[in-house]
């Protein structure tokens, strides 16, 4: 299999045809490999070490809101992300930048703007949409900066322990869902209380739950 640099995650076969011109523009001779769901896009990054800039949909299959986002700094903080979506929203557009995205692309946008992004976040830089009104919001700013910072320290696995906390399930239900022992499961709860400043379970799920506030699942992605 060719090795390439980006991936694009999106469930929308004409939205991904769409990003596929734009990069096509943007890079020369640059390979894109495409999935449909956050759990294939989870296995191409394994699978494509390679891979340094992904385009990501906002609800796609498997992805909640920001906690593909989250997971994928988690797992893979050298990655660059662009979130897109057809939900416009700007203080959805401004979370996703305040979670570590390096752009929020809409899903109305033309070739024109769609290319613009690209190159905006190749230079380095973060990018929005011309006409969004700027949040002045600091304190809302900060709080998710921090969200962002303390999921940051989590490990992988624990990650995924914190997970399913918020799902709702114990410790016996973790450690058989992972193959882990019980203790194990304990010391991870432990470690992700401490990382995330909270002294209980609820109150560390309410902090993943957090990723998928201000987002609408059944807006098309």
């Known amino acids: 299999m060719t090795d390439a640099k980006i991936a694009i995650a999106d469930d929308h076969p004409l939205f991904r045809a ?20 956050f759990q294939d896009l989870l296995a191409l990054i394994d699978a ?3 891979i340094e800039l992904v385009f990501l949909d906002l609800h796609m299959p498997g992805n909640d809101g920001f906690s593909g986002l989250s997971m994928l700094q988690n797992h893979h903080p050298d990655l660059v992300v662009i979130m897109v979506s057809s939900q416009d929203d700007q203080h959805v557009m401004q979370k996703a930048i305040h979670l570590g995205a390096a752009a929020f692309i809409p899903k109305s946008a033309d070739l024109t703007v769609i290319n613009q992004a ?3 976040v190749l ?8 006409n969004m009104v700027i949040d002045t919001d600091e304190k809302t700013k900060a709080e998710q900066q921090t969200l962002a910072k303390q ?5 992988p696995q624990q990650f995924v322990v914190l ?6 399930q114990l410790n016996k ?8 022992k019980e203790t194990t499961v304990k010391k991870h709860v432990s470690a992700i209380l401490t990382k995330l400043a ?12 957090q990723l998928m506030q201000a987002t609408e699942p059944h807006l098309a992605s």
Request: proline residues 3%; glycine residues 4%; negative net charge.
């Open 151 to 155: 999921l940051a320290q989590l490990t």
């Open 198 to 209: 909270v002294n209980n379970r609820t109150l560390a799920g309410l902090k993943y739950q």
């Open 48 to 50: 494509q070490p390679s």
């Open 118 to 120: 690209i190159n905006t």
């Open 163 to 168: 997970k399913l906390i918020a799902d709702g």
């Open 18 to 37: 769409a990003l596929k011109q734009a990069i096509a523009e943007c890079f020369v001779d640059e390979v894109s490999l495409e999935v449909d769901n």
């Open 123 to 130: 230079d380095g830089e973060v990018w929005l949409p011309d």
């Open 173 to 180: 239900q973790i450690a058989y869902d992972l193959d882990i």
